[in-house]
């Protein structure tokens, strides 16, 4: 059997994903960064940022006032 490439999302070390969040296949969340409740993921999110919103983007880095 031909073998199947990983086409899920991709979680890196220390990201948290709110409730609700749908993550489009091959879309890569990066190391702590921090996905709302309710987002829609439909491209890859940087290390350490915060994302919200339908579709997601990100808003800011976590720790920025």
Do not use: H, K, Q, Y
């Amino acid at each position: 059997a031909p073998e199947v490439p990983n086409a899920g999302p991709t979680l890196r070390s220390g990201c948290r994903i709110g409730a609700g969040a749908v993550l489009l296949p091959e879309v890569e969340i990066g190391a702590g960064a921090f996905v709302a409740a309710g987002a829609l993921v439909t491209t890859s999110i940087a290390p350490g940022m915060l994302a919200m919103g339908a579709p997601a983007r990100e808003i800011r880095a976590i720790g920025d006032s």
